[in-house]
């Protein structure tokens, strides 16, 4: 999400600056960075950056985000969720990584999303699965 590629080229397709207040529902494709404050819903197909001095009332619906600011609000997240040491997020979120830095803070539920399994490996889960229940019905 946030690695390499993104640091490299550090495109950002999308950009409100730290002086603007939007109301309403955004939607985007791309990189979205918020600086300024949004009362609304955000819907990317990409990544959105959340900077210090942002502040989101309203729920995310995206690829991958990074938190340093405020988001009041649920987020949906297909891939990573990172929160940096200067967030604070209220909400419940859906994710299927989520990464957690010192001192932020997260009040809210959070539900895993289950990575994609081949069948090969679902098949060898549930092997383990059966010995595990073999061995403790042995015990």
């Known amino acids: 999400m946030f690695g390499n ?10 950009l409100i600056g730290r002086n603007t207040k939007l109301e309403g529902k955004i939607e985007a494709k791309g990189t979205i960075r918020l600086d300024g404050e949004l009362s ?3 819907y990317v197909e990409g990544s959105v950056i959340i ?4 502040i989101v009332k ?8 990074y938190v340093a600011g405020t988001i009041e609000g649920n987020i949906d997240c ?3 969720l990172r929160l ?15 990464i957690v830095d010192e001192n932020a803070t997260f009040e809210g539920k959070c539900q895993m999303q289950e990575m994609n399994q081949s ?3 679902e098949k060898t889960q549930d092997n383990k699965s059966e010995k595990l229940k073999d061995n403790i019905k042995g015990a």
């Open 51 to 54: 900077g210090k001095k942002g």
């Open 40 to 42: 609304g819903d955000l």
């Open 78 to 80: 297909k891939e990573q």
């Open 58 to 65: 309203g729920n995310i619906y995206c690829n991958s985000i």
């Open 119 to 121: 069948p090969k490996n």
């Open 84 to 98: 940096t040491n200067t967030s604070k997020l209220l909400g419940d979120i859906k994710v299927k990584t989520f």
């Open 5 to 14: 590629g993104d640091k490299k080229s550090g495109k950002i397709d999308t």
